[in-house]
T-cell receptor, first 115, second 113 residues
Framework: GENVEQHPSTLSVQEGDSAVIKCTYS??????FPWYKQELGKRPQLIID?????GEKKDQRIAVTLNKTAKHFSLHITETQPEDSAVYFC??????????????FGTGTRLTIIP | GAGVSQTPSNKVTEKGKYVELRCDPI?????LYWYRQSLGQGPEFLIY????????DSGLPNDRFFAVRPEGSVSTLKIQRTERGDSAVYLC???????????FGPGTRLTVL
């Protein structure tokens, strides 16, 4: 089955600096890659996602890049703010082409923004 | 509109007891998923419903776990003969259809003493 690895497990950056979180996946059939933000005791919330037909997607301060050949994708947060502090999870799915919608998650990155 | 809701928010039970966890998906969402999240880990897939049927139950750890969605909306996750290792947050998610964004509920924190 699919295996998703995520690095780093913890990340501290100064407010205003950029943060990058990287994930690799094992199943070349995966074609949908969402990123979720989870604050302590809260539900995971989707912040951005990318499908395999594009290499990059951006939404204000957040961007995701995908390299299908290398089977890795990354989350980039620019101009970080204290409210960006949370645990971030990457995930991968084969999607509806295979009738297999389940998400396989990475182990998470605890991001701390230092004021 | 209303998001995914789950009840109860917390459940404490004793080893060997039976528990039921409920999920109310977003109205109109045909796909429903159950995940389990242990402390410090990412959510792990349990089961996926498309409509009333379980399209993929490959994540259920053993036959003590069972889930139903009889009318294609509300789902119940049932755990028999609970064990301490079942303690975790059980998350439910729903999506409009195949391949669409999954929206998560707040989870049920299950503690087995």
């Amino acid at each position: 089955g699919e295996n998703v690895e995520q690095h780093p497990s913890t990340l501290s950056v100064q407010e205003g600096d950029s943060a990058v979180i990287k994930c690799t996946y094992s199943d070349s059939a995966s074609n949908y890659f969402p990123w979720y933000k989870q604050e302590l005791g809260k539900r995971p919330q989707l912040i951005i996602d990318i499908r395999s037909n594009v290499g990059e997607k951006k939404d204000q301060r957040i961007a995701v890049t995908l390299n299908k050949t290398a089977k890795h994708f990354s989350l980039h947060i620019t101009e970080t703010q204290p409210e960006d502090s949370a645990v971030y999870f990457c995930a991968a799915s084969k999607g509806s082409n295979f009738g297999n919608e389940k998400l396989t998650f990475g182990t998470g990155t605890r991001l701390t923004i230092i004021p | 509109g209303a998001g995914v809701s789950q009840t109860p928010s917390n459940k404490v039970t004793e080893k060997g007891k039976y528990v039921e966890l409920r999920c109310d998906p977003i109205s109109g969402h045909t796909a429903l998923y159950w995940y389990r999240q242990s402390l410090g880990q990412g959510p792990e897939f349990l089961i996926y419903f498309q409509g009333t049927g379980a399209a993929d139950d490959s994540g259920l750890p053993n036959d003590r776990f069972f889930a139903v969605r009889p009318e294609g909306s509300v789902s119940t996750l049932k755990i028999q003969r609970t064990e301490r290792g079942d303690s975790a947050v059980y998350l439910c998610a729903s999506s409009l259809g195949d391949g669409d964004t999954q929206y998560f509920g707040p989870g049920t924190r299950l503690t087995v003493l």
